[in-house]
């Protein structure tokens, strides 16, 4: 748990997230390489982080970026996390935008299936790495510093595809641990249309 503190990007806290979407949120789409995961955002409890997301979605920055840390039973001593955003194959890491605010105490927690922002120890650290949960790990809504990772949104369709990347064999490249050993390639993020 403390290395992914330690290596992961922001965080936030508290209450159960509906599974399907509300007419007025946003919902996106990631198209990876092992399938399709659909996800509510809310802006209502995290305004600033929604925006900040959305803003690289519409930059396509997240196009061509990896899942690059991924914890699960198979490789990791429990269930925990599959990380992206931040990467590009080999390892090679993607210039950000500026830092935002940390709005863990939004009232959202880390459980199963939410989508959060990763940070440094540094309370006001994401950027545009993000990590989605495959277990509740509530444990991250208030770190030991009283400061949490921020929740955003839900998956709502494709919690197959978290479970599969979840599964994959990794190893150590680059320096870091955890990391796929075939690259699971984020190949677009887009909003969903409107219907």
Known sequence: MKQ???????????????????????????VTSM?????????????VTVKNFLSYVDDKFYDGTIFH?????????????????????GMKLKATKSPIKNESS????????????ARTPDADS??????????????????????????????IEGMDVVDKIKAVKTGRKGGHENVPVDDIIIKSVRKAEKK
């Open 69 to 89: 840390r991924v914890m699960g039973k198979e490789n990791y001593d429990d269930d925990f996390m599959i990380q992206g955003g931040g990467f590009e194959p």
């Open 35 to 47: 399938g399709t995961i659909k996800m509510e955002l809310y802006p209502d409890k995290a305004p």
């Open 4 to 30: 992914f503190l330690f290596l992961v990007m922001v965080g936030c806290a508290v209450a159960i997230v509906p599974a399907c979407a509300a007419a007025d949120n946003p919902v996106i789409v990631m």
């Open 126 to 155: 994401a950027t545009a790495q993000f990590y989605i949960n495959v277990k509740d790990n509530k444990g991250l809504d208030k770190a030991v510093e009283g400061t949490g990772y921020c929740v955003f949104g839900k998956v």
């Open 106 to 117: 939004n009232g959202l927690s880390n459980t199963r299936g939410t989508i959060a922002m």
